[in-house]
């Protein structure tokens, strides 16, 4: 049997992240995670990403370099990443029950989908450095 591939597009704009925080399966509703979906038979991973974040959130999107690394799933299943890019549309949550811009800051504060935590440093890495607070300031 064939691996199934299933693809996350990582969307950075202005030192932000876009999530989305999943509806189902009910083991991980509520968790954040990248947006994205299953490849299908006839798709590249790229046509994949594009169709699921069409679908999902209403945008058209081209796909860039792969992130990170690939993530092993249950049983014959890889997760893999690539930074994807805003060409049109406003993203909105037609498959999730919320989508939240993040900064670096923010990304060890959220619940995330187990798998999606293997790219936590990646993800840090694109988004830059943390912002430093001064101690005058507080």
């Known amino acids: 049997m064939d691996q199934q591939i299933v693809v996350a597009g990582a969307l950075f704009s202005h030192a932000r992240l ?15 995670e990248l947006p994205g979906g299953k490849v299908a038979l006839d798709e590249s991973d790229a ?54 811009w993040v900064t670096v800051d923010e990304l060890d504060e959220l619940s995330w989908v187990p798998a999606d935590r293997a790219w936590l440093t990646d993800l840090a890495e694109a988004l830059g450095p943390p912002t430093v607070r001064s101690p005058i300031a507080d």
């Open 18 to 32: 876009l999530l989305a925080q999943r509806q189902r399966p009910p083991e991980l509703a509520g968790l954040w």
């Open 47 to 100: 046509e994949a990403l594009a169709r699921e974040l069409r679908e999902e959130l209403g945008i058209e999107v081209t796909v860039g370099a792969r992130l990170g690394s690939d993530v092993a799933l249950k049983a014959g299943m890889t997760l893999r990443a690539y930074r994807v890019s805003l060409i049109s549309g406003t993203p909105q949550a037609h498959d999730h029950r919320a989508l939240r």
